[in-house]
């Protein structure tokens, strides 16, 4: 693997290095500056706010939402290289963004879809595994104990254990972050079809990019599914790294534990509906209301009484809100988007979009939500079900894929710039009563 021409490696490794060399530099001239202010708020509220990590790949705006490198989706969309005869940007050309910073060309991500192809056989041991669990176990179950058990590859735990310098963690850590996303649409196909297939192993379409090969896979041949999962994939893939999901990762590979095993840690917390599942509930929430009303074009007047009655028994509206967005999340938009280009007359479809009008006035009418808005989640499951995938508690694997693409670049970066162990300091009550009384 050493003598293959690598180009998306070397360029890394040349943008990583002069960071590293220039962050250094700063840290040792201003590792003193005060860069920000921790309230009580913060450290009762899940640390929320408070700058403590670097994440090279991404950055959330509470207005134009979030930014790969600085470009915003709908400016991915309009710059990222598209499958021929498509129009949406292909996943591999924004991992390469994402770690490199720089916008690829066709050809880049052309070499980039066929080394994915190269690597993504899995080994039999992972598929022995999976298939000693019931069909029926959550699918976030298998897909996590199946990334964990492709460990047994990981080319940083092999060198470590023969001593490789530090300064080759880099190398080991884009190896294995290489091979894990190539066999990532491999394993969730399978999972797939153990859940609600027939058990066999997919096969893939050797002249398909990653995303489309990943719906191929699954059972789903329509160009226009597959230019979904296109969109899905790139839109999905990260979320600067305060995220659950992302800083999970990132404190369990800060450990130089492997790539898998941060990956999968990773999933472990997207499973929480609370993170990742919530796409999950806003599908049966939206159900559950046609069900309720005994209809599948609702008026705005009926969704209205039935959002004020899930408010008024203390829940909330799955799929609104967000912790930083302070308009309509742009990843909503793109769906929003797709919908409008490909399938407007989809009654689901127009359900979101008549809730999409009701909700955020009623949740503006609390006084209290600052952000009434819709998130991803909000219309992703109205598309899937368009083309047939009803099965709801596989959508969260779908989400694992994609976000695969900006935590394992970002992992890549940690290692290339050397990032220390994360290890924040704990106060208790009493310490915080203290400091208050001497205040």
């Known amino acids: 693997m050493a003598d293959r021409k690598d180009p998306l490696k070397e360029k890394f490794h040349k943008k990583s290095s002069a960071l590293r060399t220039e962050i250094r530099a700063l840290v040792k001239e201003h590792g003193a500056k005060v860069v920000g202010d921790v309230t009580l708020g913060q450290v009762f509220g899940g640390a929320r706010g408070i700058k403590t990590m670097m994440w090279e790949t991404s950055e959330l705006d509470a207005y134009d939402g979030i930014r790969f490198r600085g470009f915003t989706i709908p400016q991915l969309r309009d710059k990222l290289p598209t499958a021929p005869g498509g129009g949406e940007p292909l996943p591999e050309g924004l991992f390469w963004l994402m770690l490199t910073g720089d916008l690829p060309t066709k050809t880049q991500v052309k070499w980039l879809s066929k080394e994915w192809r190269r690597r993504g056989k899995i080994p039999k ?25 492709m460990g047994t590859e990981s080319v940083f735990d092999a060198k470590y254990a023969e001593g490789m310098n530090k300064k080759e963690y880099w190398d080991a850590t884009y190896e294995d972050s290489m091979d894990l996303i190539a066999r990532l649409p491999h394993l969730a196909a399978f999972i797939y079809s153990r859940a609600f297939g ?42 600067e790294g305060g995220n659950a999901s992302a800083h999970t990762a990132f404190l369990v590979n800060s450990t130089l534990a492997n790539v898998y095993v941060s990956l ?23 159900f559950g209301m046609l069900d309720k009303l005994g209809t599948k074009t609702p008026t705005k007047a009926q969704i209205q009484k039935y959002v004020q009655e899930t408010l008024d028994s203390g829940r909330v509206i799955p799929g609104y809100g967000h912790a930083v967005l302070r308009q309509p999340d742009p990843r909503f938009t793109a769906q929003r988007g797709f919908a409008e280009r490909n399938i407007p007359n989809d009654e689901l479809v127009n359900v979101i979009w008549k809730i999409f009008e009701v909700v955020p006035p009623e949740l ?59 290890r924040p300091k704990s106060v208790t009550s009493d310490w915080i009563k203290a400091q208050i009384k001497e205040a």
């Not at 041991?125 to 976030?140: E, F, G, Q, R, S």
């Not at 499973?271 to 919530?278: E, V």
């Open 125 to 149: 041991h992972v598929y022995d595994v999976l298939k000693k669990l019931p069909a029926d176990t959550h699918p976030m179950t298998q897909f996590t104990i199946g990334i964990t058990a």
């Open 364 to 422: 503006e009418k609390l006084g209290k939500v600052k952000n009434p808005w819709p998130n991803v989640d909000a219309h992703s499951g109205a598309l899937l079900v368009h083309y047939g995938m009803n099965q709801y508690n596989y959508y969260t694997v779908l989400f694992g894929v994609s976000r695969a693409l900006g935590v394992l670049s970002a992992l890549c970066w940690s290692r290339a710039l050397g990032q220390p162990l994360e």
């Open 264 to 286: 999968a840690s990773a999933i472990n917390s997207l499973s929480g509906p609370l993170h990742g599942l919530a796409n999950q509930e806003v599908i049966k929430w939206v």
């Open 198 to 239: 027939d058990g066999k192993k997919p096969k893939q379409d050797r002249t398909l990019d990653w995303a489309a090969n990943y719906a191929h896979m699954m059972g789903f041949g329509d160009g226009e599914f597959q230019e979904l999962m296109r969109l899905y994939l790139t839109i999905h893939a990260d979320h």
